[in-house]
């Protein structure tokens, strides 16, 4: 085949590829426009007392961990460690791929979550009556509770508006699930599970969870957040950030779990790249991936070939076949095949 029919072919299969993936990134991007958005919004105020004290510590003007450092902490150094782990390691462009997409995804659902969440619960911060700056002589109704209409400062200021957005920590659930998605990441490719129980691994790969938990304690520590908040914010980030991995990784115990899986390519391109196993589609088996598993040719050619049926659409008809299948045999309540 002359040269530049392969690099026309070759240029065709990663744009494939490539597009493979759009659904993914689209998604992504919806969610980080339902992030940004749902700033802006006015949510829930929930109606609280002049004297709780758990809410009369003092407004801190200047945060131990910024906006603008979580940022860095959980999006920019995962991109850069990963993109130095990938260079030092494998060197796979769909690893480096499949890491920032991710790492992207985990973040993007876990802020959507962490800000829907914030504008409808309404609960106020620990700092709020020095938000507020309650009309002097303020108190609380005999048979009730106050509530932003007693405040000084205008109730549509940035300030206001954020002093109602307390559960869950946003610092904490995106920390967790920036530097939560470097731990796994970490993990996969030191293969902390292989049963070898070298203690520098596990050391290395809870780094990452030590960071965001030094970023989730600051919050109570500028009285930003009870802990409550914290506690359930770093919980939705780590979990979210875990299932980001594994749409692209496969399972902390498998013998591959340096590899990132290989893009959904469908029945009539897998000639794409050339793996070892046979009957690598015909059940699930993440756990028992081995490097027979690893592509080791073509365009894919470092990456895992993902088990299990093309589409949901295959799964379905392949459980309506089995399910016929099934009726037909003697003895499951079918039709008796003597009587066919």
């Known amino acids: 085949m002359p040269a530049a029919r392969l690099s026309s072919t070759s240029a065709t299969s990663r744009r494939k590829l490539l597009m493979s993936y759009a659904p ?14 749902l700033d802006k919004v006015h949510g829930f105020r929930r109606q609280f007392s002049l004297e709780d004290t758990s809410l009369r510590h003092t407004y801190s003007v200047h945060e131990r961990v910024p906006d603008f450092a979580l940022y860095l902490i959980a999006i920019v150094a995962p991109i850069v460690f990963q993109a130095v782990i990938n260079l030092l390691t494998i060197r796979s ?11 992207v995804l985990g973040l993007s659902i876990t802020g959507s979550i962490t800000q829907f969440v914030k504008i409808t619960v309404g609960r106020p911060r620990p700092d709020l009556i020095d938000r507020c700056q309650p009309i002097p002589g303020s108190v609380d109704p005999v048979y009730g509770l106050s509530n932003s209409s007693i405040c000084t400062n205008p109730s549509d200021s940035s300030i206001m508006l954020d002093g109602f957005r307390s559960f869950p920590s946003g610092h904490s659930s995106l920390s967790f699930a920036g530097l939560g998605f470097l731990a796994f990441y970490l993990a996969g490719k030191l293969h902390l599970f292989d049963h070898r129980g070298y203690a520098a691994k596990a050391w290395i790969s809870l780094v990452p969870f030590a960071g965001a938990a030094l970023v989730a304690i600051s919050r109570t520590m ?17 979990v979210v ?7 692209y990784y496969p399972s902390l115990r498998s013998e591959v779990s340096h590899r ?28 028992h991936l081995t490097a027979e598993d690893v592509v080791d040719s073509g365009p894919l050619e470092g990456t895992v070939l993902r088990d299990g049926p093309e589409s949901l659409r ?10 016929e299948s099934t009726a037909l045999q003697p003895g499951s309540g079918g039709i008796p095949l003597e009587t066919v």
């Open 93 to 103: 462009w769909w690893d480096l791929h499949n890491g920032w997409l991710g790492l």
């Open 260 to 287: 990132p899986y290989s893009p959904r390519i469908a029945r009539a391109d897998e000639h794409l790249g050339q793996h070892k196993r046979t009957n690598a589609r015909l059940a699930y088996r993440d756990d």
């Open 241 to 247: 950030s875990y299932f980001a991995y594994r749409q």
């Open 222 to 238: 500028d009285y930003r957040h009870h802990w409550h908040d914290v506690l359930v914010g770093s919980i939705l980030g780590t």
């Open 314 to 323: 295959e799964v379905w008809r392949d459980h309506e076949d089995h399910e």
């Open 24 to 37: 993914d990134w689209l998604l992504t991007l919806a969610l980080a426009a339902i992030f940004l958005s």
